[in-house]
């Protein structure tokens, strides 16, 4: 198994619409990136400990590839807008791949450069590609939060 970490906005609907994806094991929403030891959604919220809102995805290179799951990433959000997705903005929303391995790091590099050259947005991608940090899992009443309510989908 290996792990993808995902920042696109609001983690709800990126949660998801991942889980839904054949060979991804399991997904938890949570926080990376930031300052602040074992922060709380509250704590986030302020725009201040610089942590992004996250989807850590477990996945079976067998069925699924890292690959595949980045397109379906720079498919879910708009990757050109800094700090914000849609109604949301902070620091907290930013687009950022955070890399497991090299080989992660290539291929979000490779691809956000395959994206600019076919100029498949309008504006430049602002995703940043970071080495993956300590993940903390965000709280319970968060995790697979839309699929809790019978919700299909949410603003993304």
Same mark, same amino acid.
């Given at each position: 198994?290996?792990?993808?970490t995902? @920042?696109?906005g609001?983690?709800?609907g /990126?949660?998801?619409?991942?889980?839904q +994806? #054949? @060979?991804? =094991?399991? !997904?938890? /929403?949570?926080?990376?990136? @930031?300052?602040?030891?074992?922060?709380?959604y %509250?704590?986030?919220?302020?725009?201040r400990t610089g942590?992004?809102?996250? /989807?850590?995805i477990?996945f079976?290179?067998? %069925? +699924?590839?890292?690959?595949?799951?980045?397109?379906?990433?720079?498919?879910?959000h708009? #990757?050109?807008?800094?700090n914000?997705?849609?109604?949301?903005?902070? !620091?907290?929303?930013? !687009? +950022? +791949?955070?890399?497991?391995?090299?080989?992660?790091?290539?291929?979000?590099?490779?691809? =956000?450069?395959?994206? !600019?050259?076919?100029?498949?947005?309008?504006?430049?991608?602002?995703?940043?590609?970071? #080495?993956?940090?300590?993940?903390?899992?965000?709280?319970?009443?968060?995790? %697979?939060?839309?699929?809790?309510r @019978?919700?299909?989908?949410?603003?993304?």
């Amino acid at each position: 198994m290996e792990k993808a970490t995902f @920042g696109a906005g609001c983690f709800w609907g /990126v949660e998801l619409r991942f889980q839904q +994806v #054949p @060979g991804v =094991i399991s !997904t938890a /929403v949570g926080y990376e990136g @930031g300052s602040l030891e074992s922060p709380t959604y %509250k704590e986030v919220c302020t725009d201040r400990t610089g942590h992004a809102e996250v /989807v850590e995805i477990e996945f079976d290179p067998a %069925k +699924v590839s890292f690959q595949q799951l980045l397109d379906l990433f720079f498919e879910l959000h708009d #990757p050109t807008q800094l700090n914000r997705q849609g109604p949301d903005y902070g !620091t907290q929303y930013r !687009t +950022v +791949v955070f890399f497991h391995s090299p080989e992660q790091e290539a291929a979000a590099h490779a691809t =956000i450069a395959r994206l !600019t050259e076919a100029k498949a947005f309008d504006k430049p991608i602002v995703t940043q590609v970071v #080495p993956a940090e300590t993940f903390w899992k965000a709280e319970e009443y968060h995790q %697979k939060y839309l699929e809790k309510r @019978g919700m299909a989908a949410c603003h993304i």
